[in-house]
C-alpha cells in the first residue's frame, strides 16, 4: 500500500476512536453448523460451554465437533477475545488439559482459513464453528441465530 493509503488509514482509525458518530466498519461473526444439526438457535452461554467443552453434545444426544480457523486470522482472534476471553496459550493449555484428563477424546480441528472451515463444516456431521460473515457464501450451512437474533438485526451480538 501507498503512504497515502496508510496515513489515511490511521487518521480514519484516529477519528473513528475519537468521535462518536464515526467508526471502522463493523465485522460480523456467524455460528455455522452442519446441514444435519437440528437446531436454529444457540445463546451465548451455551456457545462458550460448547467453546470450553463442558457442552460435548446436541440436544438430540448427539456428539458435536468443533472447527477452529488459525488465531491469527480475525475468526480466531474474535473467537478468543469474545467466547473463550481468553488468550490462545490458555485455550491450548486447557484443551490439553482436557484432552489428558480425559474430558475430550481429540483437539479440535485447526484450518487456515474461514472458507475452509466452511467447507469443513458443509461436509461433515455435527460440526460447529465461528467464522466471518462474508466466509459463507453459497455453502450449504445453517447459520444460527444467537440469543434469538439473526446475524444484522441491531441486538445480535456476535459483532466486532
Not at 14 to 23: K, S
Not at 26 to 52: C, F, M
Not at 91 to 105: A, F, N, Q, T
Amino acid at each position: 500500500p501507498s503512504r497515502l493509503a496508510v496515513c489515511s488509514a490511521l487518521v480514519l482509525a484516529a477519528l473513528a476512536g475519537a468521535m462518536p458518530g464515526l467508526r471502522a466498519e463493523e465485522q460480523t461473526y456467524v455460528v455455522v453448523v452442519s446441514p444435519d444439526v437440528d437446531i436454529s438457535n444457540l445463546g451465548t452461554d451455551e456457545l462458550r460451554r460448547i467453546y470450553r467443552f463442558e457442552q460435548q453434545f446436541w440436544r438430540a444426544g448427539r456428539r458435536l465437533a468443533l472447527l477452529y480457523s488459525e488465531e491469527n486470522l480475525e475468526s480466531g482472534s474474535f473467537v478468543l477475545d469474545r467466547i473463550y476471553r481468553a488468550d490462545y496459550s490458555s485455550i491450548r493449555r486447557m484443551i490439553m488439559e482436557r484432552l489428558y484428563s480425559g474430558d475430550i477424546g481429540l483437539a479440535p480441528k485447526v484450518v487456515s482459513t474461514d472458507e475452509i472451515v466452511v467447507a469443513f463444516v458443509a461436509a461433515g456431521r455435527g460440526l460447529i464453528a465461528v467464522v466471518r460473515a462474508e466466509a459463507v457464501g453459497e455453502k450449504t450451512v445453517r447459520v444460527l441465530t444467537v440469543d434469538g437474533n439473526a446475524p444484522g438485526s441491531a441486538d445480535y451480538p456476535l459483532r466486532r
